[in-house]
């Protein structure tokens, strides 16, 4: 019996072994410049067991790069709705894409709150306190760590300031219609090793992610004390309303201030990376680009040669149409998609000629969301 004990004392005491443990001095703190980056169309990402010792090789993502400068939330447009924070990160251009709102202490890095385009792209503009505070990241983290949290939204607005689209099915025409996100989260530390990214390999602890969440609208009806509120959700378009499970992996460093990566994977057996955020380390894999919040769309690498990506960034919920054009405007890619908020699509353009085309999107009612230009290239 003290054999066995010992053996598997043993086995623990090997499997921690080299793992590293993340204070809060990888917290983010004022003045600090965050650059990530983001490829929405992972190739060869494979989201091994848990375990220690791992390794794990993301070397081949591609990704747009996006910076923030983190400020006092003093300096925000909207600090005094949230006197908790003192963290900001604008977002986009001058904070042209809203802010987000954040504080930390010895123990937890959370997000406090929002303003700027709702969080599910119905189209309006909306200021988010969360309630309570959404924990990021916790100090200490070590292997083995499990951690629940819960987290509620609900933001009320006119419904005339919905799309039209988003109300046409509608049973009633209220006055209001609010948002209501509720959210139950378990992070469960399960993997250390090294991460290797475009630009780098780091030490890693690995947390799994599982966020249970419900989204519904609500109309309110009736009038004076009699109005109450119903749940509209089943007459609204969107598989972004109802129950989901989201999962994700997200990869931490006990130096750096981003995250080294964050993998967000199909709710299946086989945890098919959809997306993947990661610490950007200006290899010449990693695009530019600002997001100003407004609808838009762009190509990368452009110029492109067998393979280009498309990014679709801030779309209202609805089905859209992806067309290039040659430089004679004959149409020659025409893709059909549904998208709600952002996405990203890889297409081949092999059987294209080397020149210059014009590339569009289209929503459910013709209009064009914006035409850009793109580059092919043959070696």
Same mark, same amino acid.
């Given at each position: 019996?003290?054999?066995?004990?010992?053996?598997?004392?043993?086995?623990?005491?090997?499997?921690?072994?080299?793992?590293?443990?993340?204070?809060?001095?990888?917290?983010?703190?004022?003045?600090?410049?965050?650059?990530?980056?983001?490829?929405?169309?992972?190739?060869?990402?494979?989201?091994?067991?848990?375990?220690?010792?791992?390794?794990?090789?993301?070397?081949?993502?591609?990704?747009?790069?996006?910076?923030?400068?983190?400020?006092?939330?003093?300096?925000?447009?909207?600090?005094?709705?949230?006197?908790?924070?003192?963290?900001?990160?604008?977002?986009?251009?001058?904070?042209?894409?809203?802010?987000?709102?954040?504080?930390?202490?010895?123990?937890?890095?959370?997000?406090?709150?929002?303003?700027?385009?709702?969080?599910?792209?119905?189209? %309006?503009?909306?200021?988010?306190?969360?309630?309570?505070? %959404?924990?990021?990241?916790?100090?200490?983290?070590?292997?083995?760590?499990?951690?629940?949290?819960?987290?509620?939204?609900?933001?009320?607005?006119?419904?005339?300031?919905?799309?039209?689209?988003?109300?046409?099915?509608?049973? %009633?025409?209220?006055?209001?219609?609010?948002?209501?996100?509720?959210?139950?989260?378990?992070?469960?530390?399960?993997?250390?090793?090294?991460?290797?990214?475009?630009?780098?390999?780091?030490?890693?602890?690995?947390?799994?992610?599982?966020?249970?969440?419900?989204?519904?609208?609500?109309?309110?009806?009736?009038?004076?004390?009699?109005?109450?509120?119903?749940?509209?959700?089943?007459?609204?378009?969107?598989?972004?309303?109802?129950?989901?499970?989201?999962?994700?992996?997200?990869?931490?460093?006990?130096?750096?201030?981003?995250?080294?990566?964050?993998?967000?994977?199909?709710?299946?057996?086989?945890?098919?990376?959809?997306?993947?955020?990661?610490?950007?380390?200006?290899?010449?894999?990693?695009?530019?680009?600002?997001?100003?919040?407004?609808?838009?769309?762009?190509?990368?690498?452009?110029?492109?040669?067998?393979?280009?990506?498309?990014?679709?960034?801030?779309?209202?919920?609805?089905?859209?149409?992806?067309?290039?054009?040659?430089?004679?405007?004959?149409?020659?890619?025409?893709?059909?998609?549904?998208?709600?908020?952002?996405?990203?699509?890889?297409?081949? %353009?092999?059987?294209?000629?080397?020149?210059?085309?014009?590339?569009?999107?289209?929503?459910?009612?013709?209009?064009?969301?914006?035409?850009?230009?793109?580059?092919?290239?043959?070696?």
């Amino acid at each position: 019996m003290k054999k066995t004990l010992l053996f598997i004392l043993t086995l623990v005491s090997f499997q921690l072994m080299g793992q590293i443990t993340v204070t809060s001095s990888s917290f983010p703190v004022v003045g600090d410049t965050l650059r990530t980056a983001v490829d929405g169309a992972p190739v060869g990402i494979e989201i091994t067991a848990s375990g220690g010792n791992q390794t794990w090789d993301f070397g081949n993502l591609q990704g747009v790069m996006a910076e923030a400068v983190v400020r006092p939330a003093s300096e925000g447009m909207n600090a005094d709705l949230f006197p908790n924070a003192n963290l900001l990160f604008p977002i986009g251009e001058d904070g042209l894409g809203g802010e987000s709102y954040a504080s930390t202490d010895a123990n937890n890095y959370q997000l406090v709150g929002y303003v700027g385009p709702d969080p599910v792209n119905l189209g %309006i503009n909306v200021r988010v306190p969360f309630s309570p505070p %959404i924990v990021e990241r916790r100090s200490p983290m070590n292997f083995f760590d499990v951690n629940n949290t819960n987290y509620a939204i609900l933001v009320s607005f006119p419904s005339d300031s919905l799309p039209e689209e988003l109300t046409n099915d509608l049973p %009633i025409v209220p006055d209001s219609i609010r948002l209501r996100v509720a959210s139950t989260r378990t992070d469960v530390v399960d993997g250390w090793g090294t991460l290797t990214i475009p630009g780098g390999t780091y030490d890693v602890l690995r947390e799994k992610r599982t966020e249970i969440r419900e989204t519904l609208v609500e109309a309110l009806v009736g009038i004076g004390p009699f109005a109450t509120w119903v749940d509209v959700t089943e007459f609204l378009p969107g598989d972004f309303l109802g129950p989901d499970t989201l999962t994700s992996y997200i990869f931490v460093n006990d130096q750096e201030k981003e995250n080294i990566a964050e993998v967000r994977v199909t709710n299946d057996e086989s945890e098919t990376p959809i997306a993947v955020t990661y610490k950007s380390n200006d290899v010449i894999t990693n695009v530019r680009y600002v997001d100003t919040g407004r609808a838009d769309i762009f190509a990368y690498p452009n110029p492109a040669i067998n393979n280009v990506r498309i990014n679709f960034l801030n779309l209202t919920p609805g089905n859209y149409t992806f067309r290039i054009f040659n430089i004679l405007g004959k149409e020659v890619v025409n893709k059909k998609y549904q998208i709600n908020g952002n996405r990203t699509v890889g297409i081949d %353009i092999d059987t294209l000629q080397k020149g210059t085309y014009l590339y569009n999107l289209t929503n459910a009612k013709g209009k064009v969301i914006k035409t850009k230009r793109l580059m092919v290239i043959r070696p």
